[in-house]
């Protein structure tokens, strides 16, 4: 049985409170990995995690 969650391309807009179509041209330019099934797009959890993780504004450390 498999383990991974994967989250449709409706699922993944509501979770990041997007458009579906914002989502479907993240896929389609390559910014969000992601295995086209049938007509449509499933999303694994760890590909979520990493777009995510890649968008992450990161603190910098301040001078002293």
Known sequence: ???KKYYTVQEVADL???HWQSVLTYI???DL???KLGKGYRISQIALESF???RSTKKTKESK
């Open 52 to 54: 995510i993780s890649k």
């Open 1 to 3: 049985m498999i383990d």
């Open 33 to 35: 990995e992601a295995l």
């Open 28 to 30: 389609k330019n390559g």
């Open 16 to 18: 990041l409170k997007l």
